[in-house]
Nanobody, 130 residues
Framework: QVQLVESGGGLAQPGGSLRLSCAASGFTFSSYAMSWARQAPGQGLEWVSGIYSDGSDTYYADSVKGRFTISRDNAKNTLYLQMNSLKPEDTALYYC???????????????????????WGQGTQVTVSS
C-alpha cells in the first residue's frame, strides 16, 4: 500500500536550516505530483510547496518563497524540502502528500483539506526557537 514517511524535522534556531525528506513507496512515485503542507498548533492545514511529477515545475506559498526549496529524486522515490532562513512562525508539523495526478494542487487561499490529496505521511515536527 501507499506509504509516505517524513524525516528530518527537529529544533532549529531562527535563521537556521533544516532539510526534510519524504520516502515514498507502494506507488509509481514518478507519475504523481507531490506537495508539502504544514499545520501549526490550533491552526488549519497550510499548503507550503508543490512539485510536478517529473520535477519540471515547482510552486511555493508566499510565506516561504525564497527561503524553501522543494525537490524530488524519482530514482530514489524521495521528496525533499530544504528550509533556510527559518523563522519562529515556520514552527509546525510538516506533512508530505501525494497528489492525484501530475500537477500539484495548491489549495484554495493557501489552505488545504486532507481529501484534496490522495495520501499523507504521518508528519515531522519542525520547531524554530532560540
Amino acid at each position: 500500500q501507499v506509504q509516505l514517511v517524513e524525516s528530518g524535522g527537529g529544533l532549529a534556531q531562527p535563521g537556521g536550516s533544516l532539510r526534510l525528506s519524504c520516502a515514498a513507496s507502494g506507488f509509481t512515485f514518478s507519475s504523481y505530483a507531490m506537495s508539502w503542507a504544514r499545520q501549526a498548533p490550533g491552526q488549519g492545514l497550510e499548503w507550503v510547496s508543490g512539485i510536478y511529477s517529473d520535477g519540471s515545475d515547482t510552486y511555493y506559498a508566499d510565506s516561504v518563497k525564497g527561503r524553501f526549496t522543494i525537490s524530488r529524486d524519482n530514482a530514489k522515490n524521495t521528496l525533499y524540502l530544504q528550509m533556510n532562513s527559518l523563522k519562529p512562525e515556520d514552527t509546525a508539523l510538516y506533512y508530505c502528500a501525494k497528489g492525484f495526478d501530475t500537477v500539484p494542487w495548491i489549495g484554495a487561499g493557501g489552505s488545504l483539506k486532507k481529501y484534496e490529496y490522495d495520501h499523507w505521511g504521518q508528519g515531522t515536527q519542525v520547531t524554530v526557537s532560540s
